[in-house]
């Protein structure tokens, strides 16, 4: 199960590195390609939030099955540290999903407002030609 962390750390990275370079200012020659880039890599990408749902169904399933040492002295301590550490897991694992989620929505919506903020530079462009 750890490659499904890795592949959803990985896009999330990538989310993280497309945002920054979209929202660093004097980047204008970049972010014009850039959002060419990220546009087409949306809709590919929109295959991470059926994906975390999945891993979050695991989580989920993981937790309900797990084993509990509710008494003192139900479990070993190594029973313990390992019931410990799966929590622990469990915890950045569902951070993770949540960061992946949450880049996922502010790279799209990031990418609409440029574009949106060249189309309006494209008509007070047009504009001001027209009245000169």
Same mark, same amino acid.
């Given at each position: 199960?750890?490659?499904?962390?890795? &592949? =959803?750390? /990985?896009?999330?990275?990538?989310?993280?590195?497309?945002?920054? @370079?979209?929202?660093?200012?004097?980047?204008?020659?970049?972010?014009?390609? #850039?959002?060419?880039?990220?546009?087409?890599? @949306?809709?590919?990408?929109?295959? &991470?939030?059926?994906?975390?749902? !999945?891993?979050? #169904?695991? +989580?989920?399933?993981? /937790?309900?099955?797990?084993?509990?040492?509710?008494?003192?002295?139900?479990?070993?301590?190594?029973?313990? =540290?390992?019931? *410990?550490?799966? +929590? #622990?897991?469990? %915890?950045?694992?569902?951070?993770? +999903?949540?960061?992946? =989620? =949450?880049? /996922?929505?502010?790279? !799209?919506? &990031?990418?609409?407002?440029?574009?949106?903020?060249? %189309?309006? *530079? %494209?008509?007070?462009?047009?504009?001001?030609?027209?009245?000169?």
């Amino acid at each position: 199960m750890a490659l499904e962390w890795v &592949v =959803l750390g /990985y896009a999330a990275g990538a989310e993280a590195v497309m945002l920054l @370079l979209l929202t660093l200012p004097g980047l204008d020659g970049l972010r014009r390609g #850039m959002v060419s880039v990220v546009r087409s890599a @949306l809709k590919p990408m929109m295959s &991470v939030v059926p994906f975390c749902l !999945f891993l979050l #169904m695991d +989580i989920y399933w993981k /937790y309900e099955t797990r084993p509990t040492c509710d008494d003192e002295h139900a479990c070993t301590p190594s029973e313990h =540290l390992r019931h *410990q550490k799966s +929590i #622990m897991k469990s %915890q950045r694992n569902a951070l993770l +999903i949540a960061a992946a =989620l =949450l880049l /996922y929505w502010v790279l !799209f919506s &990031v990418t609409q407002l440029v574009v949106r903020l060249e %189309q309006m *530079q %494209q008509r007070v462009d047009k504009l001001k030609k027209r009245n000169d």
